[in-house]
Nanobody
Framework: VQLQASGGGLVQPGDSLRLSCTAS????????MGWVRQAPGKDREVVAV????????YYADSVKGRFTISRDNAKNTVYLQMNSLKPDDTAVYYC??????????????WGQGTLVTVSS
C-alpha cells in the first residue's frame, strides 16, 4: 500500500488545517487507518484512529475536542481536521494504513509524512 499525505504547512496558534492521505495499491479492505505524529526529540504519538466503517474512532487526550478524523472509502482517503492548533501540535504527521489496533506498531503501512508547524 502506498500512502500520499498532504495538507501540512505553517500556521498560527488557533488556526485550522486539514490533512488528507490517499491510499493506493490495497489488496484487502477492512483495515483501521490513523494519523501518528512525531515532534523533534519526542516519541511517536498516535493522534487519531478510525475503523473501516468509520463508526469507531480513537483520539489521544492531547487532541480530543480539537481534531477530527474521518475517511471516505470510495476515495481511499483519510482526513484529519485540526482546529485550535497549538505550538505543541508542531510535528511531522504520518498517515498509517493496514491497522489492526490503536498502537503505532499495529499499522502495516506508512506514508511519507507531512510537516505541521504552529508558530506565531
Amino acid at each position: 500500500v502506498q500512502l500520499q499525505a498532504s495538507g501540512g504547512g505553517l500556521v498560527q496558534p488557533g488556526d485550522s488545517l486539514r490533512l488528507s492521505c490517499t491510499a493506493s495499491g490495497r489488496t484487502k479492505s477492512g483495515y483501521i487507518m490513523g494519523w501518528v505524529r512525531q515532534a523533534p526529540g519526542k516519541d511517536r504519538e498516535v493522534v487519531a484512529v478510525i475503523t473501516w466503517s468509520g463508526s469507531s474512532t480513537y483520539y489521544a487526550d492531547s487532541v480530543k475536542g480539537r481534531f477530527t478524523i474521518s475517511r471516505d472509502n470510495a476515495k481511499n482517503t483519510v482526513y484529519l481536521q485540526m482546529n485550535s492548533l497549538k505550538p505543541d501540535d508542531t510535528a511531522v504527521y504520518y498517515c498509517a494504513d493496514e491497522g489492526v489496533g490503536i498502537r503505532a506498531q499495529d499499522f502495516g503501512s506508512w506514508g511519507q509524512g507531512t510537516l505541521v508547524t504552529v508558530s506565531s
